[in-house]
């Protein structure tokens, strides 16, 4: 890269911070130049980091020798992606009642009414099935009972 081309690179920079617009993009490589340049010329870490749109930290990170443009891993959004076997589970009857009432949508309460139990019972009931389907949450519980493949026994008393 030229001293040209940083210093026009540095104009557009400048003009750009002025004016309040934080969309310049620069690859890494330009960025050490302009950060090189910006910091030969004296500038402060705040100023050359509002010339660059990049927050403060990160130009005192680049003193300290950290390498310019690389970014931290940005954490992926939850998604959890059942792998489900083929397999047989037993439950209850009234484990079955609870999980009829999770596919249809209701919640503790209202499964509760309708079985005419306290809702804390039914909150057990979901988290024995969770422990036997091998889920963490209600809305795996409803995956794995509804997935090709997963039996549901339902023993009665005898």
Do not use: F
């Not at 001293?3 to 934080?22: Q, S």
């Not at 079985?115 to 804390?120: E, I, K, M």
């Amino acid at each position: 890269m030229t001293a040209a081309h940083v210093y026009d690179l540095d104009e557009v920079a400048v003009d750009r911070a002025t004016r309040g617009d934080r969309t310049l993009h620069l690859s890494p490589d330009e960025t050490r130049a302009a950060w090189q340049h910006l910091e030969a010329q004296g500038m402060t870490s705040g100023a050359i980091a509002t010339t660059l749109g990049v927050t403060r930290r990160s130009v005192v990170r680049w003193r300290a020798g950290w390498p310019v443009g690389e970014r931290r891993p940005t954490v992926q959004p939850y998604r959890w992606t059942p792998r489900i076997e083929a397999r047989d589970v037993t439950i209850t009857a009234r484990m079955g009642q609870v999980l009829d009432g999770l596919i249809a949508g209701q919640t503790s309460r209202q499964i509760a009414d309708t079985l005419g139990v306290q809702p804390r019972t039914v909150d057990c009931h979901v988290t024995r099935l969770s422990r036997r389907l091998g889920a963490t949450d209600r809305l795996q519980v409803v995956a794995i009972a509804c997935a090709p493949g997963v039996t549901i026994n339902v023993r009665d008393k005898a």
